[in-house]
């Protein structure tokens, strides 16, 4: 057992600060942190809305491991930096590590789609990878579930994961009675 089996709510110390220079400040001194998560976005990951996550700023989201690859479904989850697709800026987000496209690490939601109220997943480019998260409690602090935090990587590769090139060069065609696209 890598954390407590039931958070005591009313013991949970909320840091002074917030924002990007707060989460740098615990990534440098590579502490560990339980941050509490708000939407249903994470839900089929095992993260309710209004849960809580605990993430360690010395570890790191392993790429998923696909089966059609061989490797057995699991995926890495991380608290992340980054700009959901439609808003301007920024904010501070757990999400499933993607991997790593061109240059950049990318993230993705992981909606309950069974539930009907989401028909899919989206994912977008992270500013900052913070951590790997090993843990998460439901909104009354009972352990949900938990992962050794050593089986994570100890370090964040840069080297590309994600492959792109499924579409091929585009083919002009010509709208009836209009011109050519």
């Known amino acids: 057992m890598y954390v407590q089996k039931t958070l005591d709510l009313e013991r949970i110390r909320h840091v002074e600060g917030h ?57 890495g989850v991380c608290l992340c930096w980054a700009t959901f697709p439609g808003r ?12 790593v496209w061109g240059t950049r690490h990318q993230v993705g939601t992981r909606f309950d789609l069974r539930k009907g109220e989401h028909s899919m997943n989206c ?20 352990l949900l579930w938990e992962r050794d935090p050593g089986s994570f990587p100890d370090f964040l590769s840069s080297a590309s994961t994600i492959k792109g090139g499924n579409c091929g060069a585009p083919i002009g065609f010509r709208l009836k009675g209009g011109a050519p696209s």
């Open 123 to 142: 994912g977008m480019g992270a500013e900052q990878i913070f951590g790997a998260v090993f843990a998460a409690w439901d909104t009354h602090g009972k």
């Open 88 to 99: 301007e800026h920024p904010e501070l987000m757990v999400k499933e590590y993607l991997g």
């Open 19 to 75: 924002g990007l220079a707060l989460l740098q400040d615990l990534s440098s001194r590579g502490a560990r942190g339980i941050f509490p998560v708000r939407g249903d976005c994470m839900e089929g990951a095992g993260i309710p809305d209004g849960g809580f996550v605990a993430v360690d700023f010395r570890r790191w989201p392993a790429p998923p491991r696909y089966r059609s690859k061989g490797g057995d479904g699991s995926f």
